[in-house]
């Protein structure tokens, strides 16, 4: 990345202005101001990790950037967090949202303030813009939501199709350790162990909450902008990356909104497009300020002549659970799909032009899923990314697709529509489309889950009919790749895939008995775009005081499959604030050959922070497990002031199954 330090406008920063809301509750905000600039749109990024710590290393190369060309950037922790007073309720709540409502009204009407306000932000931040877009505060003139979901139910970290994915628990785990660490005794002085201690007191029990929240009811439908995507008045750029869990949202909001949008979809994991791995990486803030550019100040900068939907197209290569590039080439399209469909049924083991009799069983397999990699791609750990699917698609139900005469570039989210029995009133289908290339390996190309349970619907449960075909359409996620002339496509079923999402406890046996595969593809229309090379203002320095540790290991212990992973970021100091922090992770999950009601998963955080001689200390830690047709969710929180134990807490719920 090129590193940018003369700008346009001199940078001035003010750490801790706090923005008083209208039931006495101050937040505390970070401001970066162009000196000599006048009143100019403010960018407002809200978020509840921290800016003091948590967001600080990507603030610096962001804000700074963006502010040094007329804009005023504000970084604000949610009530709760960092050094903002109030307290913490859950994700997305009506709190938070209307906070955010009052900060916008608030920074219009700042001297230094225009008038006009965007909000930008990655996973949480990405979230609130759209959901605060949604209730449509005027000055709110654009957004720019990267990572994000419009479906809280159908596509967020707690479900997939219906299934419990396996990282609900951990999220909830990583939701418990941000949100235990103190605001910063710097700013907020002798008070910071007593808002502390309230917080500890006052944590919600979150992995309860979202286990016992199985259907998508109201408390899911509160913040999916899906509901009404009409109430969006600001214009939106939205952006999300092909190894993020989140590929759906670009799509959904370039073909529902009414307000001006546009789309981009590189090949990066959960980060900001100009850091973000796998390569290649853009000028992402150069296309941000294009944005605010047209949407805040009125000045064309080509904005209108963008493609609807800028998309990487990604080459096929060998399966890696990692990279550092990934080949492809990038298309503008006026639609989020290609243009033609290519249909095939399934006959027999293959995928034909023609649909023929299948009748196929495929049994439960504790095993498979050994190779699906992470659901959220962050780079906090190894291996994140999926492996060669061969041993799970051995573990499957495969179709198999003829040789390629030529060149297929798919773009969109492919439909498996089956025919399917199954020998339980509870089951679930996991649907993969992988690439079989000619050296033998198998490449995830995009997968798709269905709980048969909700087969009518995610807002209601009914039993399948034990031995009785059902017709059931699997939508898969939505992808850019080519497959090239000499590979085969493959279909690939199976009624389990842990620790991805979670199995029912009984195994089971799914009969195909017909099926097909609709798939979006281009067919000649596009324009070839480019983007400039990745710039950034200079990064924080942070002084290192020991090492980083990653592990990922998984195998059979006995009769036991296992998944454990180990990321340690070590004890890193911030030189401008003084700031010691750390924070690792270990999660383990857990399955019994033969015995899906034996899954099981922990997950595990510590951090640390402090300042010279004073240093606090958390550990969170989650763990979820099945019994008798129920979940048994458990947590624990426990504090300590330079290794003094100050604050301990336990959780246990039972949550039945629906």
Known sequence: MQIITEFPFAVEEEVDLRILLSDGITLSARVWRPVGAGAVPVILEYLPYRKRDGTAARDAGTHPYLAGHGYVCVRVDMRGCGESEGLFEDEYSEQELADGVEVVNWLSKQSWCSGNVGMMGISWGGFNGLQIAALAPEPLKAVVSLCSTVDRFADDIHYKGGIMLGENPGWAATSLSWFSVP?????????????????????????????????????????????????????????????????????????????????????????????????????????????WDHWLKGIDRGVDNDPAYRVYVMDSVKPEVSFEHRAGRWVGLEQAKGAEERNWAFSGAALADEAGPVGRIVATDVACGQGTGEYFPFGFGPGELPDDQSTDDAKSMCFDGAELIEDLEIVGAARIALCIKSDQTRAQVAVRLNDLRPDGTSALIAHGFLNLHHREGHDHVIDMPVGAAVDVVVVLDQAAYRVPAGHRLRVAISPSYFPFIWPEEAAVNLTVEAGSLRLPVLDGEGVMVAFAPAKGAEPLAFERHSDRVERKEMGRDGNVWRQEIIGDDGLIENPHTGLKTSQAVHEVFEIEEGDPSSARARFGWERSFGRNDWMVRTRSHVALSSKDGAFVVEAKLEAFEDDVPVFAKDWRAVVPKF
């Open 183 to 291: 605001p910063d005794p710097e700013l907020v002085g002798d008070k910071w162990r007593d808002i502390w201690m309230e917080r500890l007191e006052n944590t919600p029990f979150l992995a309860e909450r979202w286990t016992q929240r199985q259907v998508r009811d109201e408390y899911w439908a509160h913040g999916s902008v899906c509901e009404d995507y009409s109430a969006i008045k600001a214009a939106v750029l939205s952006v999300g990356g092909w190894h993020d869990g989140y590929r759906n949202t670009v799509a959904h909001l370039v073909e529902n909104l009414d307000a001006p949008v546009k789309g981009i979809v590189g090949p990066w994991n959960h980060k900001y497009p100009h850091i973000g791995m796998p390569g290649p990486q853009i000028d992402f803030l150069g296309e941000m300020l294009r944005w």
